[in-house]
Structures are given as structure tokens and as C-alpha cells.
């Protein structure tokens, strides 16, 4: 079964950008939606963005477009999270998840298989 596993957070200034890889581990992109979530401390998980595995069809967090890019390489078997124009209300630890053939993009119940997270914060 697929493990994914993140990387790419840190620290960052406000006004800057950072990119975030999920590597599928044991399975495949292609097969999986694959979705990015954040928790900010205090706050619930929110959906950022998710890239469905059948048609590669994009979908964003509303507050979020614009600024993140979602997008996937299969050849290396890992979806990506370009975060541009970061401010400090993005800082929270980032979450892939992996759906296997699922449809529904933004509901975090829908995903079977969770990473462990990447810190990701922005100072002002």
C-alpha cells in the first residue's frame, strides 16, 4: 500500500515561495488522488489543493488560488505544492494524502493513506 512521504518545509520570509514534494511510496500517482492539507496549531486540518488521478484535474482551496500550484510528474512518481507570495497565516504543518482511485478531491475523510507532514513557516 502507498506510503507517502513529504519534504521541502522550512522557514521562510514573507513574500517568498517554497516547493513541496510527495513521493508515493509503494505505489503510484497515477493511481492515487493525491491531496495536500495543512493544520496551523489550534486550527483544524484544512484542504489545500488535490490532483485527480483519472484526468489530472486540479482543484484548490478557494482563499488559495493564485498563490499554489499543484502538479504531478509521473516519471518520478511524486505530485508537488508550489507555495508562492507565502504569508505568515500559511505557516502550519503540510499533509500529502493518497485516495486510490478516488474521486473527491477536498474531502479529507476520503483519503486512505496520510504522510507524516512537513513543517512549513513563514515570518513575517
Known amino acids: 500500500q502507498v506510503q507517502p512521504v513529504e519534504s521541502g518545509g522550512g522557514l521562510v520570509q514573507a513574500g517568498g515561495s517554497l516547493r513541496l514534494s510527495c513521493v508515493a511510496s509503494?505505489?503510484?500517482?497515477?493511481?492515487?488522488?493525491m491531496g495536500w492539507f495543512r493544520q496551523a496549531p489550534g486550527k483544524e486540518r484544512e484542504f489545500v489543493a488535490g490532483i485527480r488521478w483519472s484526468d489530472r484535474t486540479a482543484v484548490y482551496a478557494d482563499s488559495l488560488k493564485g498563490r499554489f500550484t499543484i502538479s504531478r510528474d509521473n516519471a518520478k512518481n511524486t505530485v508537488y505544492l508550489e507555495m508562492n507570495r507565502l504569508i505568515p497565516e500559511d505557516t502550519a504543518s503540510y499533509y500529502c494524502a493518497a485516495n486510490l482511485y478516488g474521486m473527491s478531491v477536498q474531502k479529507w475523510d476520503e483519503y486512505d493513506f496520510w504522510g507524516k507532514g512537513t513543517l512549513v513557516t513563514v515570518s513575517s
Open positions: 509503494g505505489g503510484s500517482v497515477v493511481t492515487h488522488t
